[in-house]
């Protein structure tokens, strides 16, 4: 293994490069100023990386900063050399240091807290549970204030030894907060979260214009039609005039000039072109001795041929159609009611209902802001408040509030805090370790090279002081141990055709070790940074892989041999033979591109591994109510809608990577089937296939082909299926699934 590998400071200029186009061309002002930010992060990058101040690639990458410091991160992984409890005083420690009466610096204010007067403030907040860590750092004083109400002065120095040199630049306060009670239930955004969603989104300008020609001028046009059509015999215009019509005109005349003054959006009355710019201009000229446009009798004519006559059956039902629906509330005006009743829900948390919040709107809203009362929220609002729920996790999943693996990622930190600090007896001490994980689990990763593995949590000092406090009676492991196995039923009940990405690994991950099991999660690895060799864990996930599926369909579909890989031995650090393995299983690479190459092997450890799949059925224990043949057949399902997608996709290789991954987990699936269970899902699986387009059956045609082979004994590396295909997603000389169809 080269030790030597470096981060290319190449991207880090390329990111740079476009923040600096951005701040400099884009329309938006507020893009503008996030892109200067942004350049400043990178241009932080690129100097540290070239003083040395930046060891890009190490779990250790700022200079003079220990591991557990959480650095501020950008794109890709690359630290900027800035801590992220850096900078100035924040509104809450500046109000903190007022009421204790001391100067505004950090330092001061951290000497305050270890006073009699600030240790029982700290004591008030761990009692309350009233305050936020939204920083591992910043529970780092609370847990000093725990240590030594326990009476443990010796952890509490411990602690303080570590992070004291940092006391002047870094924050070790926690935040204002309010506790959040059932921490069985989760929400995919806060409330503060949602209401900055809705004020972001733009007034539609657009629907303000057709909704002002819907109730205005399209009636107006009728009245000066009508007027027009006074004049009229035997189809002509100002054949006849009637009595009175020079004043009835001078009055439409006046009036229109007050709708110009009063409706300013929309600007069709001042076209030419329009027929009611056409009608308006000819009275106009005919008042002032002129004569009349030329396009006057045309206008009249193709108003009446198109719409009818004002006042016919036809014309009053369209006019009433277009009055229902230019009188509905503009969206920006229902997203302000919607506003005001969010404004007394607590920011920093879900709600436990939405339906306060998007019930029809009330008479007393309708009085302030002119909507009727009774109408309807738009879709878009009430999608928009939907993520705030807060409910168990099933709950956000079955009403489409969890969309995909990697929203149950973003949620799972919110249940693994829980379950993780279950095991600390004390109240004050189990809620802030919560926190802690959260706050944790929130640290953005570090681009990592040569192997080198995530600072984990055990590793801030203040954590590790308080480990020697957990309760080893078995409750805590039983806990984890239940958390892990309904998430890991609901990521493949929910997602069956979706890989678990690697934020979900890290929780289950960390749920497993809590739960007192020995799991390799193995992570979804880029091939762009792929180092050619594999950790120790991926040899022992296929060999697991090896115990759940030897002499099963998958091994004979993928050509596997899991009798020689549980033979397989592995380095300290690494498996050369496990490496070795996944690079002849992926053949010659050929082709140009290394990225592609890299990726074939990383593949076959892919499917070597099952990619966690295995490790959930055992040692986790995972079983699927709906039952493995289901998700085989919904598998199937995500590989045809993402085969479809491949058609006419001028990039499709992501595309058909995805598919490959649900087929592959598909067929996993099918073989923890009985024989009698994996002909009826195959059959189903062909009755599917035919429903599709052409080009979708004739791509997967002939990797059904090949299941059905292998389940009737063949292989497909012997030559006598010529038809049958193994779906790979990487190719290095041309996909041949985009070759067909």
Request: some cysteine.
């Amino acid at each position: 293994m080269n030790k030597d590998v470096q981060a290319n400071p190449g991207y880090a200029a390329g990111q740079m490069s476009k923040a600096f186009a951005t701040a400099l061309t884009h329309e938006s002002e507020e893009a503008r100023e996030r892109a200067e930010k942004r350049l400043e992060r990178w241009r932080r990058v690129l100097s540290g990386m070239a003083d040395g101040s930046l060891s890009i690639g190490s779990r250790t990458p700022v200079k003079g900063l220990p591991a557990w410091v959480t650095p501020e991160v950008v794109r890709g992984g690359f630290a900027t050399g800035t801590a992220a409890a850096s900078g100035p005083p924040l509104p809450h420690e500046e109000d903190a240091a007022r009421r204790a009466g001391i100067a505004g610096d950090r330092r001061s204010l951290f000497l305050h807290y270890l006073t009699d007067a600030g240790l029982e403030e700290l004591y008030a907040l761990l009692d309350g549970g009233e305050y936020d860590v939204a920083l591992p750092e910043e529970g780092a004083l609370l847990t000093v204030a725990w240590l030594l109400r326990a009476g443990d002065r010796a952890g509490a120095l411990e602690v303080l030894n570590a992070i004291g040199p940092f006391a002047d630049r870094l924050r070790f306060s926690p935040r204002p907060g309010v506790p959040l009670g059932d921490a069985s239930l989760v929400h995919r955004q806060t409330v503060g979260q949602v209401r900055e969603r809705i004020e972001a989104k733009p007034m539609n300008k657009a629907v303000a214009v057709m909704n002002e020609a819907l109730v205005v001028w399209n009636p107006f046009a009728d009245e000066l039609l009508e007027h027009w059509l006074e004049t009229v015999e035997d189809g002509q215009v100002l054949a006849v005039m009637p009595h009175g019509w020079g004043e009835r005109g001078a009055e439409l005349l006046a009036r229109y000039r007050r709708l110009a003054r009063n409706h300013t959006l929309c600007g069709k009355h001042r076209n030419p072109k329009e027929n009611l710019a056409i009608l308006r201009s000819s009275l106009e000229s005919l008042f002032a001795g002129k004569g009349v446009s030329g396009l006057l009798q045309h206008a009249v004519d193709s108003m009446v041929a198109k719409r009818g006559l004002p006042g016919s059956p036809e014309h009053a039902a369209l006019r009433r159609r277009q009055a229902a629906d230019g009188a509905r509330p503009a969206h920006h005006t229902v997203a302000q009611i919607v506003l005001a009743r969010l404004a007394d829900a607590r920011q920093d948390s879900g709600v436990p209902s939405i339906d306060p919040f998007v019930a029809p709107v009330t008479e007393g809203e309708s009085r302030r802001t002119g909507v009727a009362a009774g109408a309807e929220l738009p879709q878009w609002l009430r999608d928009t408040v939907k993520s705030a729920l807060r409910a168990p996790v099933p709950t956000l999943i079955e009403r489409g509030i969890v969309p995909s693996a990697e929203v149950l990622a973003e949620l799972t930190p919110q249940l693994v805090a829980a379950t993780t600090a279950s095991s600390y007896p004390d109240p004050a001490l189990r809620r802030l370790m919560a926190a802690q994980y959260t706050a944790f689990r929130n640290r953005r990763s570090l681009l990592l090279l040569n192997l080198e593995s995530q600072v984990r949590m055990e590793e801030l000092p203040w954590v590790r002081a308080v480990q020697r406090y957990r309760h080893a009676d078995g409750t805590g492991e039983r806990e984890a141990h239940a958390v892990l196995v309904q998430l890991g039923e609901l990521a493949l009940q929910g997602f069956p055709g979706t890989v678990l990405p690697n934020p979900l690994l890290s929780e289950l991950g960390a749920l497993a070790k809590r739960a007192g099991l020995r799991v390799p999660f193995v992570e979804e690895l880029a091939a762009d940074i792929f180092m050619g060799t594999f950790s120790t864990k991926y040899l022992r996930a296929a060999q697991i892989a090896a115990d759940v599926l030897e002499g099963t369909l998958y091994e004979r579909y993928y050509g596997i041999d899991y009798a020689a890989v549980r033979a397989m031995q592995g380095g300290r650090q690494t498996s050369d033979a496990f490496a070795a393995l996944c690079r002849t299983r992926a053949g010659d690479p050929g082709g140009r591109s290394w990225v592609a190459a890299n990726g074939k092997v990383i593949e076959q450890a892919q499917i070597l591994t099952t990619h966690n799949l295995a490790v959930l059925v055992h040692p986790v224990g995972v079983s699927p109510s709906p039952g493995w043949d289901d998700l085989a057949r919904r598998a199937f399902g995500v590989a045809c809608r993402l085969v479809r997608q491949v058609h006419g996709n001028p990039r499709p290789l992501g595309t058909v990577k995805d598919a490959a991954y649900a087929w592959r987990q598909a067929v996993f699936f099918l073989a923890l089937c009985g024989l009698k269970e994996q002909v009826s899902a195959i059959a189903w699986m062909q009755d599917e296939l035919d429903r599709q387009p052409p080009h979708t059956t004739a791509r997967l045609e002939p990797v059904l082909a090949g299941l059905r082979h292998v389940l009737t004994g063949g292989r497909l590396d012997d030559g006598t299926a010529p038809a049958a295909r193994r779906l790979t997603g990487w190719a290095t000389g041309g996909h041949w699934l985009l070759k067909t169809g």
